[in-house]
T-cell receptor, first 111, second 114 residues
């Protein structure tokens, strides 16, 4: 069964600190991996999309990495801000239109 | 900017009612999707449409139907709402078929069935 596992389930950090979120997947065939940010009560918003040949991609303070050999990805957030408090969802695309969603990591940034 | 709008942010319906959830996108995208999101579960695909009047079942189509009469509008229909359909419903659109293309999400409709 295609699966996307995220860790930790939740995380609390102080404003200004860095953090790293993890994503492991067993989805095959692999097409691409995305990270979405979802604020409470809102729809997900894309942060990055990486294909098989890319191993890192940045979007401002967000940097995603991909190791297609070990089927692992991480999302690193630098100098966190209160507005980073959200759920971060790892999503793996495989065939056609199909996307396989992780359950998300809930991040709380405190003052 | 791509804009995907959903007709209601919050909706409360009674068991057995017919429920319509509307989604509109303004970027002339071919593909539109309906997902539901429940606590502790990832987003799950209900239905997908790749063209006007065309649809495909997703992972959990039971109890739902869809309608796409115009390219910009995709409706999700709960023929007879049940309490286990209480959920957050998210609509998305993308410009092309193929999972490499970005999917743009609407703000969601939180449906409660009592």
């Amino acid at each position: 069964k295609n699966q996307v596992e995220q860790s930790p389930q939740s995380l609390i950090i102080l404003e200004g600190k860095n953090c790293t979120l993890q994503c492991n997947y067993t989805v095959s065939p692999f097409s691409n991996l995305r990270w979405y940010k979802q604020d409470t009560g809102r729809g997900p918003v894309s942060l990055t999309i990486m294909t098989f040949s890319e191993n890192t991609k940045s979007n401002g303070r967000y940097t995603a990495t991909l190791d297609a050999d070990t089927k692992q990805s991480s999302l690193h957030i630098t100098a966190s801000q209160l507005s980073d408090s959200a759920s971060y969802i790892c999503v793996v695309g495989y065939s056609g239109y199909a996307l396989n969603f992780g359950k998300g990591t809930s991040l709380l940034v405190t003052p | 900017d791509v804009k995907v709008t959903q007709s209601s942010r919050y909706l409360v319906k009674r068991t057995g009612e017919k429920v319509f959830l509307e989604c509109v996108q303004d970027m002339d995208h071919e593909n539109m999707f309906w997902y539901r999101q429940d606590p502790g579960l990832g987003l799950r695909l209900i239905y997908f449409s790749y063209d006007v009047k065309m649809k495909e079942k997703g992972d959990i189509p039971e109890g739902y139907s869809v309608s796409r009469e115009k390219k910009e509008r995709f409706s999700l229909i709960l023929e007879s709402a049940s309490t286990n359909q209480t959920s957050m419903y998210l609509c998305a659109s993308s410009p092309q078929t193929g999972s490499s293309y970005e999917q743009y999400f609407g703000p969601g409709t939180r449906l409660t069935v009592t």
